[in-house]
């Protein structure tokens, strides 16, 4: 099992900036991939960015392409999510998930992670 605690949600300005981490804890070596997604009301649950713990080879969805980072620090197995310009359609609740085996063209797939965090809640006023 690869626990994983997400932190950092809350509510900010549309504009405004915020940092979500997310710890993983257990046997995060049998893990390849981390990846951030969210999921808003009466909406699915979508891809917002993934990276490699080796390499951090990064993937990011359109709608966050030049506004959010994400980076990890591999010492602490933990993965970043840097959201800057945030609008207000990018409220959501904000879940951190880990993959034990990924192809890179499938990173964006739900089901091809395995443990998933509590998610942390973004609000982002206009």
């Known amino acids: 099992q690869v626990p994983l605690v997400e932190s950092g949600g809350g509510l900010v300005q549309a504009g405004g900036s915020l940092r979500l981490s997310c710890a993983a804890s257990g046997r995060t070596f049998s893990t390849t991939t981390m990846g951030w997604f969210r999921q808003a009301p009466v909406k699915e649950r979508e891809v917002v960015a993934a990276?490699?713990?080796?390499?951090?080879?990064?993937h990011y969805a359109d709608y966050v392409k030049g506004r959010f980072t994400i980076s990890s620090d591999n010492a602490k197995n933990t993965v970043y999510l840097q959201m800057n310009s945030l609008k207000p359609e990018d409220t959501a609740v904000y879940y951190c998930?880990?993959?034990?085996?990924?192809?890179?063209?499938?990173?964006?797939?739900?089901?091809?992670?395995?443990?998933w965090g509590q998610g942390t809640q973004v609000t982002v006023s206009s």
């Open positions: 990276i490699r713990w080796s390499g951090g080879r990064a």
């Open positions: 998930a880990a993959s034990r085996s990924v192809g890179w063209a499938a990173v964006r797939v739900i089901s091809r992670y395995d443990y």
